[in-house]
């Protein structure tokens, strides 16, 4: 319970924007967690909880500004994920993985990692899941030069987000839209979703890439002048 605790509490502190504490108490977490109990956990939850926490302790690591050891975070999860066989508990892993791997600049796996979390997503029915992914290689597209492509994908995959109700994280992927559309040179597009973002985060209390909005909006008052 400890260990779920620290999962659960991890997660919202990351949410909310305390990095520093998140990156804390899920390694907490991740240290609670005996890989061998499983199957335990598993049935105790209906998901191991310990398995998100290893994975979610990447992405602190990354923001603090340890890409190696964020990197290296998520490998390992990954790893023992494969070695579980749990789709939810793999698919979580490797969307965490691709999320590193983007942000590290490493767009080509990035890609790789999002078409097997489609096809297993696919398979179980995990529609949030892969809605999450597609953004992501909506990201990926626009980095390796496919950047209308890009764009496209992850306007779609925020619809549909819009659609099922899955409001997590969409703060931090209407970031990366304002990106795209400035690459793009669609300035007033790109502010329009820097406002969405600042709106939703506001609604939400979805603190933890605010940061990365205002970063976004000043790269796009810069170039209108």
């Known amino acids: 319970f400890l260990m779920a605790a620290h999962h659960l509490l991890g997660v919202l502190l990351e949410f909310e924007g305390d990095i520093v504490e998140s ?49 290296a975070r998520a490998r390992e999860t990954l790893q023992l994920a494969r070695s579980q066989r749990q789709p939810m508990t793999l698919v979580f892993a490797l969307l965490v993985t691709q999320g590193v791997h983007l942000f590290r600049g490493e767009a080509e796996r990035a890609l790789a990692i999002g078409e097997e979390v489609d096809v297993l997503c696919r398979e179980y029915g995990l529609p949030q899941e892969r809605e999450w992914s597609r953004s992501f290689q909506g990201a990926a597209l626009a980095a390796v030069g496919r950047l209308d492509e890009g764009i496209d994908l992850l306007v779609d995959s925020l619809a549909v987000q819009q659609a099922i109700g899955a409001g997590l994280v969409r703060t931090a992927f209407l970031a990366i839209l304002a990106d795209l559309y400035r690459f793009a040179g669609r300035l007033d597009e790109g502010l329009r979703a820097v406002d969405e973002g600042f709106a939703y985060a506001e609604r939400s209390g979805e603190g933890g890439y605010l940061a990365e909005l205002h970063r976004a909006k000043a790269e796009l008052l810069r170039l209108t002048g």
């Open 23 to 71: 990156s804390r108490v899920l390694d907490r977490g991740r240290e609670l967690h005996d890989p061998a109990q499983h199957k335990v956990y598993t049935a105790m939850y209906g998901i191991d909880p310990g398995m998100v926490a290893r994975a979610m302790s990447s992405r602190p690591l990354w923001i603090l500004g340890c890409p190696d050891q964020a990197e």
